[in-house]
């Protein structure tokens, strides 16, 4: 037994040593490099999402989820991108009326196209040239540099501090394995990570940061007592509570991925990856927390 499972974390890790530095060294060159990954992601993505939930018409329901999909990342129009991923997903629950599992079919298409493309949007919401930011850094490179270290932080948080404390369950009738310590383990470790990351950006490489506008500063009074305070935000505290944010979004992805492999019943969404399962397996918490998070900083910050 030990050595069976010594075996699985080598090849985690050696999958872990090929995967990260590639999304690394992609996302700091740029476009087209960053999108091509998406897509080829995607496309992976959207076959075993197919292949998990259909034995039949798998080829079809991978066309219509790689059309969406392709429109979401490359037509930089949400008056085009909303229209054609509706069309699409009235198309593929027609297509899915003798399906099984017809209402997970028909959900790949948004889920899909919405999730991984949010990770696209996000990484050109942060480009220099929209005036936001200082054009001698390379802010989209450093903010998804950040936002993926916080959901890998949760992630090997969660599996380290919950394999040696376990503890309550989590949410046992979805994932057995998963318990609230791990989570707090993960929202620490992506905490910390994070004030590392941002103490390195702003104090050693000096980069300027967004500012903040409304969350620039927290105020509390009471009038009764008299009482006032001010807390003035800087970027470490800010970015440490978005972690929390981040990490408490990534688990809720991975909730939603093990309810739908434990409806269809499988343990892996495939294979793909030795050690990690499937492509769905490893980016689940990344594509739901990356929605939230475009939105946030695209029309809240």
């Known amino acids: 037994m030990v050595s069976r499972k010594m075996g699985a974390m080598i090849k985690r890790v050696l999958a872990a040593v090929v995967m990260i530095p590639i999304a690394i060294i992609t996302l700091y060159i740029g476009s087209p490099f960053v999108e091509v990954l998406t897509i080829t992601v995607g496309g992976l993505l959207a076959w075993e999402w197919a292949n998990m939930l259909s034995s039949a018409k798998t080829s079809h329901y991978v066309t219509a989820y790689m059309i969406s999909l392709a429109t979401a990342i490359w037509a930089y129009n949400f008056e085009v991108i909303i229209p054609v991923i509706l069309i699409v997903t009235v198309i593929v629950w027609n297509m899915a009326d003798k399906e099984k599992y017809r209402k997970l079919i028909t959900l790949g298409v948004p889920y899909i196209s919405v999730g991984v493309a949010s990770l ?6 942060f480009d220099p040239s929209e005036g936001n930011f200082d054009a001698r850094f390379n802010y989209s490179f450093i903010m998804m540099a950040w936002f993926f270290l916080m ?7 969660g599996l380290v501090v919950g394999c040696n404390l376990r503890g309550p369950k989590l949410a046992p009738k979805i994932s057995p394995n998963k318990t609230w310590s791990g989570l ?61 944010l981040i990490a408490i979004l990534a688990q809720i992805g991975d909730l939603i991925e093990s ?19 499937g492509i769905f397996d490893r980016i689940d918490g990344l594509i739901f927390a990356s929605v939230f998070m475009y939105l946030f900083f695209m029309y809240i910050l």
């Open 184 to 244: 707090i383990g993960g929202i620490l470790l992506a905490v910390s990570v994070s004030i590392i990351f941002m103490y390195f950006c702003t104090e050693i490489m000096e980069i300027p940061f967004y500012d903040f506008s409304k969350f620039r500063y927290i105020s509390f009074s009471y009038k009764p007592m008299q009482m006032q305070y001010e807390w003035n935000v800087d970027n470490q505290l800010f970015y440490a509570a978005l972690a929390v």
């Open 259 to 277: 309810a739908i492999k434990r409806k269809v019943g499988v343990k892996d969404s495939s294979k793909l990856i030795p050690g990690h399962g």
């Open 120 to 125: 696209i949007w996000m990484y050109r919401s």
């Open 151 to 157: 959901v890998w932080s949760m992630d090997i948080g």
